[in-house]
């Protein structure tokens, strides 16, 4: 227990200090903070499968398309960058990482962070929002998909929508994954 709670903390200092030098080394630019499960990459479904392991889980999820169009196409701007933020175990950086690069994301070391929860994710980025007034949070802030009943973090998205950011949630994101192109 000991041990866990210590790599918890030290993987805390780690990606937070990866999300920070990310914001800071592109100051200046509007960065497009990317959540993944259920945003990017079809989760849900994958909760009602079995597989080996996590890992196994992760590095089959299904690309929502649309989205992975619009993260290259951010990329691909001089003025805008692309930042994945994630809620999943720190055990899992590798797996998604991984799978954002298979899967053809604009993804680096540099800017894919894992956090634990969507409490540690408002964490990180209201320590960042007097560095960069160009941020944008696109997150479906949701969870309980595969019970049949989507479930919203209610308390983290009032907080969100008092933020200086510009927050699209899970309404408008759901409009965009279904878009073909």
Known sequence: MLLKKLFNFF??????????????QHAGKSIFIFDIDNTIAHTYPSLLNQYNSEAERHLSLQVFPSMQQLT?????????????????SYKM??????????NGFPAAKQN???????????????S???????????????????????????????LLLKMPLR???YQTIRRFQNKIK
Request: hydrophobic share 40%; net charge positive; charged share 25%.
């Open 72 to 88: 290259s196409a951010i990329e691909r701007s001089p003025s805008r960058c692309v930042l994945f933020l994630t809620a999943r």
């Open 11 to 24: 993987a805390d200092k780690y990606f937070h200090r990866v999300f920070q030098n990310f914001i800071k």
């Open 167 to 169: 927050y699209i949630g």
């Open 93 to 102: 950086y590798r797996p998604t990482l991984q799978w954002l690069q298979q």
């Open 128 to 158: 960042v929002l007097p560095l960069q007034p160009k941020l944008w949070l696109i997150d479906d802030m949701s969870y309980h998909h595969e019970h049949g009943e989507v479930k919203f973090y209610d308390n983290e998205i009032r």
């Open 112 to 126: 894919v962070v894992v956090v634990p929860d969507a409490k540690t994710k408002l964490r990180y980025i209201e």
